[in-house]
């Protein structure tokens, strides 16, 4: 607890200035490690070979590099991603023995992270506050559900995946996410009403905790307990952002249905 308390208190503040006061280019830059350094600890949870897994984590950079430039990935950048990898498995190892739980974890690493990442330089586009609002909305809603499931959860929410997760838990998660997001919504001077803002906490809400749960149906099913361990007491930078990655997208639909006038910077 003290490790993670630690961790917490400095990033934080850091993670804060540098969102606020950085410019997009070095946004991307920091998201392009996130994502890199995310698709390496998911391939390892997958225990691939180190070559392929670099080589497809670096070219998981070029979405959001296409997403920072133009605003948009092309289904061709996947098409492409697709018929590499496939072609790499048949090449290279000259066998059809497991050959689509070989290829899998490539593809899913790059529509699972990259991919939801290109949501944050999106958002990004539209104001940086709006990616701390995700942050400590998150941030929030994960620790009311700590702290509730562990001082009063009784009932398992879905012990198959993630047996410390309680129902008690990811109601006081859903909870913390909608207070966060109103407490939230004047210090950032977002111009939507209280019952969109609700609305809003409502669906990180729940989108973070089946976040949550998908990170962690992939290190059960390779039979790690965290993604890494590069953060002391937090795990790797997939355990902390894993709620995220869905809810980003959630984040930025809801903002161009909720808000009259988005602009973009």
Known sequence: MVKRLVVAVI?????????????P????????????????EFLNVYRTGRFPKYATSLAGI?????TYKYDDVPMSFMATVFLVVVLLRLFVKKTAREALSDVAPFIVSILYIPLLLCYFVKLRAIGPELIVFLF????CADTFALYVGKYFGKRKLYPEISPNK?????????????????????????HLSLEKTVVIGLLLGVV????DLIESMFKRDGNVKDSGNLLPGHGGILDKIDAMLPAAPVLYFTVLLFLTHVPVR
């Open 11 to 23: 990033i934080l503040p850091v993670l804060y200035l540098f969102i606020m006061r950085s410019t």
């Open 25 to 40: 280019f070095h946004f991307f830059l920091l998201i392009s490690a996130t994502a890199l350094i995310c698709q390496v």
């Open 62 to 66: 070029v979405p959001i590099y296409m």
């Open 136 to 139: 400590l909305v998150i941030w």
């Open 166 to 190: 309680t129902v008690e838990g990811a109601i006081a998660a859903i909870f913390g996410a909608i207070f966060a997001a109103v407490s939230l919504r004047a210090f950032f001077g977002l």
């Open 208 to 211: 973070g905790i089946v976040g």
